[in-house]
Every structure is written in C-alpha cells, then in structure tokens.
C-alpha cells in the first residue's frame, strides 16, 4: 500500500492522534482535515468516552513525521490519491467524497445490533453484546460491508468508566491494526438481531443505564456475584 489516507477534522482530535501515532513507521500518510464546528455543551450524566480535544491538532502529527496535510472546505475536496482511507473523526460523507475511494470505518457497536449514536451506551441499556466493527463505507449510515467484529470483553469488577476506557481502547487498537482483520476477518456475532439506528442518550435514560449495569454484568460474566455495584454520581442539574 503506497499511501493511507486518514479522514477527520481540521482540529485537535484526540482519535486521530491515536490512531496515527500507531501507524507513524508502517505507513506513509495524507490527513484530509474536514471543518469542525464545536457542538453546544449538553448535559451529561456518564461521560462514556475521553475528552477528544484534548490532543494535538493533525496539522502538526503531519509536520513531525513529513506527512501531507490537506484541509478542505468540505468532503467533496477530497482526492482519490489513496489507495485506502481510514476515518478517525468525520461525520456522514456525500456520494461525491465516497465514489472511486475505499473507505473504512470503526464503529463502536457491533452493526446491525447497535447503530448509530452512543452506540456503549445503547449496547449495555438495551443488554446486547459490546464489540468493535470494522467495516467499508457506503451510501447508508453503519450498513456497509463488516470486515470484522472484535469483541470488547466484561471482567466481574468492571465499572462502567473500566468498561468504556477499554471500549474505547479496543476501537483505537482495531482501527490502528485495520490490516490485520482485512486478511483474517473474524465476525462471533454473525446472525445477531438488527436494531434500531440510535441518537444520543439523555440523562434520565443514563441514569436508568448506571442502575442496569450490575444485571448486565451478570448476563456477560454468569459467574460473577452481585458485590461490584456501579455507585451512581451525584444527580446533576439538568434544568437549563
């Protein structure tokens, strides 16, 4: 593979570094940087995933290690120069950035059980495994061709920061190793139920999470007894 195109936002993105740090040797890289428009602060009663601003900006991974660096005004800006693109920080992209590109994404849920937005939160809510998909892009939202599924595992004295630390860590490991499961494909959870494309969680539903967790836990680690028992944070102020 001459090139590897990474796709994701003119801004620090804590993802994008991750990812491309662990590439940094094995590849030589373009970093496409898409607009960023900072979205309103919300209430939020589990933060499931770390700070992603928290990191530097893609523009200074690509003068350290002599990678192009392309900001672009939108998707369709994009070249066909790779010979594949990762996405580590974008939103949905149009037909035009799509066509004539191989396009591999990471989402945190295993497709088709959960889909779309705050995918963690939705998998352990609705008591349905949690795993990574590796998977192509194309026209519609988390349906393009799976190249694998990597379980994310539950240990009895989980809590659920542990839990989604290591959620997390298992889609920057499986996107960072992306060549790995293109030649060895793996798929546990062939056959799982479709479910519902998801928006974001809202607090009270959270709140219901942190009280199912414990059953949860129980249902992927049988064994375990009922002694790790999520203590809920205090109750935030969710008025405004």
């Known amino acids: 593979m001459e090139q590897l195109g990474i796709l994701t936002y003119d801004t620090n993105h804590l993802k994008t570094e991750q990812v491309v740090l662990h590439l940094a040797g094995?590849?030589?890289?373009?970093?496409?940087?898409?607009?960023?428009?900072?979205?309103?602060?919300?209430?939020?009663?589990?933060?499931?995933?770390?700070n992603q601003s928290a990191a530097a900006h893609p523009r200074e991974l690509c003068r350290r290690y002599n990678w192009d660096y392309i900001p672009v005004q939108s998707d369709a800006e994009i070249d066909n120069r790779c010979d594949l693109y990762l996405i580590t920080g974008a939103g949905i992209l149009s037909p035009a950035c799509l066509r004539g590109k191989k396009i591999l994404n990471c989402h945190p849920g295993i497709i088709p059980a959960a889909r779309g937005l705050d995918a963690f939160k939705w998998s352990v809510y609705h008591m349905t495994p949690l795993g990574i998909t590796l998977h192509y892009i194309d026209e519609a939202v988390d349906?393009?061709?799976?190249?694998?599924?990597?379980?994310?595992?539950?240990?009895?004295?989980?809590?659920?920061?542990?839990?989604?630390?290591?959620?997390?860590?298992?889609?920057?490991?499986?996107?960072?190793?992306?060549?790995?499961?293109?030649?060895?494909?793996?798929?546990?959870?062939?056959?799982?139920?479709?479910?519902?494309?998801?928006?974001?969680?809202?607090?009270?539903?959270?709140?219901?999470?942190?009280?199912k967790f414990q059953v949860y836990k129980q249902a992927y680690c049988p064994s375990i007894e009922a002694q790790y028992v999520y203590k809920c944070p205090p109750p935030m102020d969710i008025s405004n």
């Not at 094995?26 to 602060?41: A, D, N």
Request: charged fraction near 20%; aromatic fraction near 10%; hydrophobic fraction near 30%.
């Open 26 to 50: 094995r590849y030589q890289l373009v970093i496409y940087g898409l607009p960023f428009t900072s979205r309103p602060s919300r209430p939020v009663y589990f933060q499931h995933r770390p």
């Open 143 to 211: 349906a393009g061709k799976i190249v694998s599924i990597i379980p994310t595992e539950v240990f009895p004295s989980d809590t659920l920061e542990t839990l989604a630390r290591r959620h997390y860590e298992n889609e920057i490991h499986v996107l960072s190793h992306f060549e790995e499961h293109l030649h060895n494909p793996q798929n546990p959870f062939e056959g799982i139920p479709q479910g519902d494309a998801t928006r974001r969680m809202k607090p009270a539903q959270e709140i219901e999470l942190a009280h």
